[in-house]
C-alpha cells in the first residue's frame, strides 16, 4: 500500500531528506533513479515520489541561488579587476551552466521534499 503523505514528519526533515536526493518520508531510500527523474514509490517504506510534479519550481529555486551566487561574485571582479569582457564571459557563462547544472537535481528534491510534506501532487486546481 502506497504512503502517500505522513504528518508527523518535520518541513524541515523533509526538505533536507529531498535536498539529500533521498525520499522525505523516511531519508533512506533513494528519491530519484536518474538525474531529475522521481522514483515511483521508495523502495525502503513505499512512499509514492513519481506522482509528485514539481513542474518549474525545482529551475526557479535554482536560477534564484544560482543567481545570487554569480552575480555578486561578477560585480566583485568588475569592481577590483580590470577584466575585459571575453574574460568575464569565460568565466561567469560556463561557472553559471555548471552551478545551474550541479544545484538543479537538490533543489527538485529539496520541491519534492516540500511538496510531499504538504501533501501537493502538482496538479491541483485552484
Ligand atoms: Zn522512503
Redesign the pocket.
Known amino acids: 500500500m502506497p504512503?502517500l503523505y505522513k504528518q508527523n514528519i518535520g518541513f524541515k526533515s523533509a526538505i533536507t531528506r529531498g535536498l539529500r536526493r533521498?525520499?522525505?518520508?523516511?531519508?533512506?531510500?533513494n528519491?530519484f533513479r536518474g538525474y531529475l527523474r522521481p522514483v515511483e514509490m521508495?523502495?525502503?517504506?513505499?512512499?509514492q515520489?513519481g506522482s509528485i510534479r514539481a513542474d518549474d519550481f525545482p529551475p526557479y529555486l535554482t536560477i534564484f541561488l544560482v543567481g545570487h551566487i554569480v552575480v555578486p561574485l561578477a560585480l566583485i571582479a568588475e569592481q577590483n579587476w580590470s577584466w575585459s569582457i571575453q574574460l568575464h564571459m569565460w568565466i561567469w557563462l560556463p561557472l553559471t551552466l555548471a552551478l545551474l547544472l550541479v544545484i538543479l537535481p537538490f533543489m527538485k528534491g529539496a520541491a519534492i521534499g516540500l511538496m510531499w510534506r504538504l501533501g501537493l501532487k502538482g496538479d491541483e486546481q485552484h
Not at 42 to 47: D, L
Open positions: 504512503i533521498r525520499c522525505p518520508c523516511c531519508g533512506e531510500g528519491a521508495c523502495a525502503v517504506c513505499n512512499t515520489l
